[in-house]
């Protein structure tokens, strides 16, 4: 019997000629403009594109000139296939490769078990992936038996892990120092509206900054505080917050350790918003230390944990 796992992820430019494809195509995804009309929300699309790939592609020149996130991905697929009884692939949703592509690959495999990369649900990541998954799926007429792994941001094993980075991130520091410091969970934002709408993203956030707060207690990692900001904020409406560049500003200790909440792999939003930009804003606020945590990306024990887990379904 012929099984793969897919992990599936929004994606980032391989280069930079595919920096307007990414944006054009998160932009006209309808989870992320909630347009009815597939011709309006294209031409907002390409508007929204054509004032942003500008300060994108200087973003991402400043990275090396592509996204970390795919070139992560394949090395942690590799090391998932190592240890699994199933053939192992990935598919992002705004850049290469795409769903149609990667499946055509797997026409006549009996079993698909779909693995969003995203701890906590939205509309905007799981589901958009899961629902450009399935339109491919029908596309190639493909009748395997399709399994999906669901959010698991409950999964003590997988909270393990990222308390696991948070120690490595503190292991040169005393105990004084860790006191001093301010742990601050940064979430990717949402505009308000999709949760008035119905997306539980707030709502699980909150749960798992709970949870994770719990098990540092557990592991008697004795932080200054403990908050929780959003990032990425885009545009003129409302979003979830506080927004991470006002807690930095009205930061007393001066001191802050940032871990990305809502990502498995390390992208943009990471490696450049949190690690160059807020930090631009922490060394003009004078802060003594700042860091980011990394994401657990193809840590062996996240490997492990994904193989664990598609068994388990």
Known sequence: MKKVILLLNMGGPNNLDEVEIFLKNMFNDPYILNIKSDFLRSV????????????????????????????????????????????????????????????SKYKDYNEIILFPLYPQYSKTTILSSLDDVKMALKKLDIKANI???????????????????????????SDEDIAKTS???????????????????????????????????????????????????????????????????????????VIPMSFCIDNSETDFELDIEYREIADEEEFEFYEVVKCPNDKDEFASFINKLSLEI
């Open 44 to 103: 907002l699309a390409n508007l929204i594109t054509f004032f942003r790939k500008k300060d994108a592609k200087s973003n991402y020149e400043r990275l090396g000139g592509k996204s970390p996130i795919v070139d992560i991905t394949k090395r942690l697929v590799d090391k998932v296939e190592k240890i699994s009884e199933y053939d192992v692939d990935f598919i992002m949703r705004y850049t290469p490769p795409f769903a149609i592509d990667v499946l």
């Open 147 to 173: 399994k999906e792994v669901e959010y698991f941001y409950k999964n003590s094993k997988y909270n393990e892990i990222i308390v696991n980075l948070i120690k490595d991130s503190i292991e040169k520091l």
């Open 183 to 257: 742990l601050i969970f940064s979430a990717h934002s949402l505009p308000k509206k999709m949760v008035e709408r119905g997306d539980i993203y707030e709502e699980h956030i909150k749960e798992h900054v709970d949870i994770l707060t719990k098990l540092i207690k557990e592991f008697k990692i004795n932080f200054k505080e403990i908050r929780l900001a959003y990032q990425s904020k885009l545009g003129p409406v409302e979003w979830l917050g506080p927004n991470l560049s006002e807690v930095l500003k009205n930061l007393k200790s001066k001191r802050a350790l």
